[in-house]
């Protein structure tokens, strides 16, 4: 993980949990000024996969709503699909989370 810093515990179990299911995504990619979680590529199809937690969400106000609307719309122009799990899915039903990623990785374009 390039940015050990800035990468959650609840990150790094995720990571674990996609690596054992045989996901490979790419933690901490770059697109623009955004660090996304983790990076997936599918050949031309891209999805980042975001854990938020409450570290960074804990006093969410009208402005990081915003932040991450046009974070998500970015994205979106750039051709990215986005997947977000709360940590409260990624500890209560982690394998359901990674079904998630593996159906969309087997969805047809």
Not at 30 to 53: P, T
Not at 68 to 84: A, S, V
Request: hydrophobic letters at 35%.
């Amino acid at each position: 993980m390039s940015n050990p810093e800035r990468v959650s515990d609840w990150e790094r179990l995720f990571y674990r949990a996609m690596y054992q299911a045989g996901i490979r995504a790419i933690p901490q990619y770059k697109v623009e000024k955004y660090d996304l979680d983790f990076a997936l590529f599918d050949g031309e199809r891209k999805l980042n996969i975001e854990i938020d937690g409450e570290r960074y969400h804990r006093n969410w106000t009208g402005e990081l709503c915003r932040r991450d609307q046009m974070r998500n719309l970015r994205l979106f122009e750039l051709g990215w699909e986005i997947k977000r799990f709360w940590v409260y899915e990624v500890r209560d039903d982690l394998s359901r989370c990674i079904q998630k990623i593996k159906e969309w990785q087997e969805r047809e374009t």
